[in-house]
C-alpha cells in the first residue's frame, strides 16, 4: 500500500511569510527606536504600542510552524547542515562585507563570533533551534503515540506552568528567559505537532481566531503599559494571540494557483530575512535609534512608513536568499549532503541488523 501524500496547508506558509514580515516590524520599533523616542505623538506614541503587541506573536507563530511541519518531515542531518550553512553565510559574509566598507564597526571579537555563530549566539533563535532540534524525534514520536486527552492535559499542563504561572507573578521558575530559550521552543513545537495531529478547525472560524488575536493583543497592551517592555513571547497574552493567529492561518485555503506559487516560492527564503537585518553588526550600526523620526508622525504616517520599511527590508532579503539557493544548487550541495544522509542511513541499518542477530542468538 502506498503512503498517503502530505497536503501542503498553504496557510501555514502564508503564515510564515506574514510572521517574518511581523519580525521586521518588531524590530523597526524597537530598535529602530520608535517606542522610546522621547519627542512622540501620543496617538502615533500609542499606536505604535499597539502594533508592537500585534507583531509580538511572530517569534511564537514559527516556533508553532516548526511544529507543525515537523510533525510530518524527516529528520535528517542533511536539513540541520544546510540550515547551518545558510547561517554561516550570512553570519560572516555581513562580517567580511563590514570589514571592507566599515572597518571602523568591526573588533576581533566581532569576527570570531560571526565565524562561530552558535557558540557565541550569533542569532539566539538559531541557538536555542539547535537545541530543540535534538528533542524533535523525541517530540514527534510522543505526539504519534498520544490519544487526545493525553495531548490535552499535556499541553494544558504545560501552559498553566510555564506560562500563566509566570505572566502574573513576574517570577521565572522555569527559566524559560522570556521565551529566549531552546526549552520555549520546544513547548512550542510541541504544541505545534499536537494542533496538527488533534485539532482542525473549519473555515468559518477564521474571524473568531481573528477576534481573540485582536483581544488577545489588547490585553497584552493594556497589561504592559507603554513605558518599557514587560510582556515576552511566555507570557499569556502573547502565547493566546499567537495560537490564535496560528489557528486562523492553519484554516485558511488558498484555491488561486497564482497565490499558491507566490506564497510556495517565498515562504522557504523568509529565514533569511532574520538572518540578515538581525546581524549584531547591523543592529549595532545600521538600526539602531534609524527611525526614531517615525514617532513624530501622523498614525496614518507612521504605519505605513513601518511596513514600507519593513517590505523593503523583507524584499531584499528573500533576494539575496534567493541568489544563495542558487549558488548552492549550482555547487551540487544539496545532493552531497542527500548522499551523506544515504550513508549514514545504511551504516544504522548495519548496526541495528547486528544488534537483532545478537538478540536471537542471546536467546537460544
Known amino acids: 500500500m502506498s503512503e498517503k501524500k502530505t497536503v501542503r496547508n498553504y496557510g501555514i506558509d502564508a503564515l510564515r511569510i506574514l510572521a517574518m514580515l511581523l519580525v521586521a516590524v518588531l524590530h523597526l520599533l524597537g530598535q529602530g527606536g520608535v517606542l522610546l523616542n522621547p519627542a512622540y505623538r501620543i496617538p502615533t506614541h500609542f499606536a505604535a ?6 507583531a509580538l506573536v511572530a517569534v511564537n507563530c514559527f516556533a508553532l510552524i516548526s511544529g507543525y511541519v515537523g510533525l510530518k518531515a524527516k529528520h ?5 547542515l544546510m540550515l547551518w550553512l545558510q547561517v554561516f553565510f550570512y553570519s560572516a559574509g555581513i562580517a567580511l562585507l563590514f570589514v571592507i566598507f566599515r572597518p571602523d564597526a568591526v573588533t576581533a571579537e566581532d569576527l570570531l563570533h560571526s ?3 552558535v557558540s557565541f549566539s550569533q542569532y539566539w533563535y538559531y541557538t536555542a533551534y539547535c537545541g530543540l532540534f535534538l ?3 523525541l517530540l514527534n514520536a510522543a505526539v504519534q503515540q498520544m490519544t487526545r486527552m493525553q495531548f490535552y492535559l499535556t499541553a494544558v499542563s504545560m501552559i498553566l506552568l510555564f506560562t500563566v504561572s509566570k505572566t502574573f507573578t513576574e517570577r521565572d521558575p522555569f527559566v524559560m528567559h522570556s521565551g529566549y530559550s531552546a526549552f520555549w521552543l520546544i513547548v512550542l513545537y510541541f504544541l505545534g505537532a499536537g494542533i496538527r495531529r488533534f485539532i482542525r478547525l473549519p473555515r ?12 488577545a493583543s489588547l490585553w497584552g497592551m493594556l497589561l504592559n503599559g507603554n513605558s518599557v517592555m514587560r510582556l515576552y513571547y511566555d507570557d499569556v497574552p502573547t502565547l493566546t494571540a499567537s ?8 484554516a485558511m485555503r488558498f484555491r488561486s494557483e497564482a497565490a499558491r506559487g507566490v506564497i510556495g516560492w517565498t515562504a522557504p527564503l523568509t529565514f533569511a530575512v532574520y538572518l540578515t537585518h538581525t546581524h549584531p553588526l547591523v543592529f549595532a550600526n545600521i538600526l539602531v535609534n534609524r527611525f526614531v523620526r517615525y514617532a513624530q508622525y501622523s498614525v496614518k504616517h507612521m504605519l505605513a512608513s513601518v511596513f514600507l520599511t519593513a517590505s523593503l527590508i523583507f524584499l531584499g532579503s528573500i533576494a539575496v536568499e534567493w541568489v544563495r539557493v542558487r549558488l548552492i544548487r549550482l555547487l551540487h550541495i544539496p545532493q552531497g549532503l542527500a548522499k551523506l544522509d544515504a550513508w549514514l ?3 544504522i541499518e548495519r548496526i541495528e541488523r547486528k544488534q537483532r542477530r545478537k538478540r536471537r542468538r542471546s536467546r537460544r
Open 49 to 54: 504600542w499597539g502594533l508592537e503587541h500585534m
Open 115 to 117: 565565524l562561530l555563530p
Open 243 to 250: 495560537l490564535a493567529l496560528f489557528f486562523a492561518f492553519s
Open 76 to 80: 535528517r542531518l542533511s536539513g540541520f
Open 135 to 137: 528533542f524533535m524525534p
Open 204 to 215: 468559518k472560524a477564521i474571524p473568531c481566531c481573528l477576534l481573540i488575536f485582536a483581544a
Open 345 to 347: 542511513d545504511a551504516k
